[in-house]
T-cell receptor
Framework: TQLLEQSPQFLSIQEGENLTVYCNSS?????LQWYRQEPGEGPVLLVT?????EVKKLKRLTFQFGDARKDSSLHITAAQTGDTGLYLC???????????FGTGTRLKVLA | GAVVSQHPSWVICKSGTSVKIECRSL??????MFWYRQFPKQSLMLMAT?????????EQGVEKDKFLINHASLTLSTLTVTSAHPEDSSFYIC???????????FGPGTRLTVL
């Protein structure tokens, strides 16, 4: 069973601070995605990474896929209150098109 | 962009009854649909993968006789929770994708409350 552990589970920071969320597994994934979910809604895709070592930037968000394709990180620079939400990583095991979701990181950015 | 809808958005039912949830891809043909369950304050748990015209593949620990999945067309998949009990109360989310791609389009979710 592939497990994706995210850390931290909860994070409360002040607006303007930087933060990093980690997504770790002992399994190799062919691709990994990051989502953000608001309460009562479906998750919204932020990025997909497929190559080991790949780094993608989306405005203030920087995503990195580990060289061995077992882990990933999400870094947010100068967090804003609008970044508040549940951040989920999801990995696709090799040979499948399904995604296994990580344990989630609940972020709260205070004004 | 691709749009996926779910119906109903919320449902309350009595214990022992069955509830059907629909997942529709509105502007594309989805060869594969996924069903997830999410308990409060938790992450999404994949329940099953359904491919159009074939039987669904259930994840370990998910009872296929309790959670009936039908994917009869390229735009519709249904999840029926049979003989629902309070512990089945959850947020059920579907996603749809095209065969051979890893892009999923998520529905808005259905909140099920079993009394």
């Amino acid at each position: 069973t592939q497990l994706l552990e995210q850390s931290p589970q909860f994070l409360s920071i002040q607006e303007g601070e930087n933060l990093t969320v980690y997504c770790n597994s002992s399994s190799v994934f062919s691709s990994l995605q990051w989502y953000r979910q608001e309460p009562g809604e479906g998750p919204v895709l932020l990025v997909t990474v497929v190559t080991g070592g790949e780094v993608k930037k989306l405005k203030r968000l920087t995503f990195q896929f580990g060289d061995a394709r077992k882990d990933s990180s999400l870094h947010i620079t100068a967090a804003q209150t609008g970044d508040t939400g549940l951040y989920l990583c999801a990995g696709s095991p090799s040979g499948t098109y399904k995604y296994i979701f990580g344990t989630g990181t609940r972020l709260k950015v205070l004004a | 962009g691709a749009v996926v809808s779910q119906h109903p958005s919320w449902v309350i039912c009595k214990s022992g009854t069955s509830v059907k949830i629909e997942c529709r891809s509105l502007d594309f043909q989805a060869t594969t649909m996924f069903w997830y369950r999410q308990f409060p304050k938790q992450s999404l748990m994949l329940m099953a993968t359904s491919n159009e015209g074939s039987k669904a593949t259930y994840e370990q620990g998910v009872e296929k006789d309790k959670f009936l999945i039908n994917h009869a067309s390229l735009t519709l998949s249904t999840l029926t929770v049979t003989s629902a009990h309070p512990e089945d109360s959850s947020f059920y989310i579907c996603s749809a994708s095209l065969l051979g791609t890893d892009t999923q389009y998520f529905g808005p979710g259905t909140r099920l409350t079993v009394l």
